[in-house]
């Protein structure tokens, strides 16, 4: 009915056909047993290249243990945690195999990490190797404050200065796209301004402009021309993450693209799906960096995947606690900002997307293997001969309300998905060949494998 894969053969953890229902073997004494799940789509698994865990060091805001079994429950079989918000920060060997080890016995799917560019380690070529040769698969650096005390703004210098050794190793730097500008209001409320403007989310909104985004653009496709053919940094690619302009900010990326910049962007779910006008008052777990932009935004970067111009989607799963998203208050301007959504990507995307005429092929594309191939996860994102048998089952039929009794698996059930009805809900899912999750009931112990470079 949907187009997609039929039936998929799994002998271990390994995909070894993928042929015609009618072809498909049928359960009996003695054969392989057979899982029919009738006119469900079978689907690779989601590659999630954008995610926040925060162990160790901030378990309270969320864990591999709790993030994992959320991911798994939305149809993810590969993800990638980044360098903050765990304490310490990413951004050296050290913090690295501190972090392996926190995540050892924790994973529900294969889990990858990105290490940290800081001005502290971004001229310093041996300790950025020495992280990259310890198992990061690349680097992520924001260009203005992130929050954190021990992750540092980069400058687009620092950028520049780390592409040589990311090209060494092939691999790229993802980065938060945002300079801080003046903006056209201040980021605080001004003496005599009501203390009611701070529930306001368009204050937020205005306080954070698209300015920010474009300069950061404009200024980080200028570094990536060195990862042209040719260039110093041949073989370092440029990721920007969290696109939400798909004006000027992206007019910048497709001219790169264009002049041979070796770059890829992506958006995140949470852009695709909320629009500002529909933002409650005081609701600040819709807050988010960049922020959620106008309708007409939405619909910019719909048309802009679907054109080819955005190259994928991540979640951005950036959780907290309930303190620090102020919901008394209901303060945008202090609220942490950051949006729990990794157990729903699957029907955030698919319900919007349906209704712009998204194929589940495009959906698959854009989640799984275009993730997987900037990733360079060659033995995920597909469901092909010799890789590995990451798959999910979900019925494109099937809605539901994420209510009061829905089941939520990461640590804090703060997220602007609450109380939205959805379209595509995952089935099962299987993690190398192994049923990790189903109809609400995960494996009895985690199986998941940290991934290391190719």
Not at 446 to 453: H, K, L, Q, R, V
């Amino acid at each position: 009915m949907y187009g997609f894969s039929d039936a998929v053969e799994v002998e271990g953890e390994r995909i070894v056909s993928v042929t015609k229902r009618s072809e498909a073997p049928k359960t009996s004494p003695g054969k392989p047993r057979v899982l029919d799940y009738g006119n469900a789509v079978i689907m690779p698994g989601l590659v999630d290249a954008h995610v926040h865990i925060n162990e160790p060091g901030r378990t309270e805001w969320e864990g591999f243990l709790t993030g994992t079994k959320a991911a798994v429950a939305g149809g993810t079989t590969a993800i990638v945690d980044m360098p903050l918000n765990a304490h310490p920060t990413t951004t050296t060997k050290q913090h690295l195999d501190e972090k392996k080890e926190a995540a050892k016995g924790k994973l529900y799917i294969d889990t990858g990490f990105w290490g940290g560019l800081v001005p502290d380690n971004a001229y310093n070529a041996s300790i950025l190797e020495e992280l990259l040769e310890a198992g990061a698969l690349g680097l992520k650096s924001f260009m203005c404050p992130s929050g954190i005390e021990d992750f540092p703004a980069t400058t687009a210098q620092h950028i520049k200065a780390s592409l040589p050794v990311l090209a060494k190793f092939g691999r790229p730097i993802l980065v938060h796209q945002e300079v801080t500008d003046p903006p056209s209001q201040p980021s605080s409320l001004v003496p005599g301004e009501p203390p009611s403007n701070a529930r306001d989310y368009m204050r937020y909104l205005n306080a954070r402009p698209l300015t920010w985004e474009r300069e950061a653009v404009r200024q980080l496709m200028e570094v990536a021309k060195d990862t042209k053919p040719g260039g110093v940094a041949e073989g370092a690619h440029v990721h920007v993450v969290h696109l939400s302009d798909a004006e000027d900010s992206l007019s910048h990326i497709k001219a790169a693209k264009a002049e041979g910049s070796s770059v890829t962007v992506e958006t995140c779910a949470h852009y695709l799906s909320f629009a500002a006008e529909d933002v409650p008052e005081g609701a600040t777990e819709y807050k988010c960096a960049p922020p959620l932009r106008d309708a007409r935004h939405r619909e910019l970067l719909w048309k802009a995947l679907l054109g080819g111009d955005i190259d994928m989607i991540t979640t951005d799963h950036s959780p907290s606690t309930p303190d620090l998203k102020l919901f008394e208050e209901g303060d945008f301007l202090k609220a942490w900002g950051g949006i729990s959504g990794i157990q729903f990507a699957l029907p955030a995307t698919w319900t919007h997307g349906s209704a712009w005429g998204m194929t589940i092929q495009q959906m698959s594309r854009w989640w799984s293997t275009v993730p997987a191939k900037m990733v360079n996860l060659p033995r995920k994102g597909s469901l092909e001969f010799g890789k590995d048998a990451d798959i999910v089952v979900w019925d494109p039929e099937e809605s539901f309300v994420i209510d009061s009794t829905y089941p939520i698996y990461f640590k804090n059930r703060l997220s602007p998905y609450i109380g939205h009805k959805y379209s595509g809900k995952v089935i099962t899912t299987f993690s190398r060949g192994r049923q990790v999750f189903e109809e609400g009931r995960h494996a009895q112990k985690p199986c998941g494998a940290m991934i290391n470079p190719v």
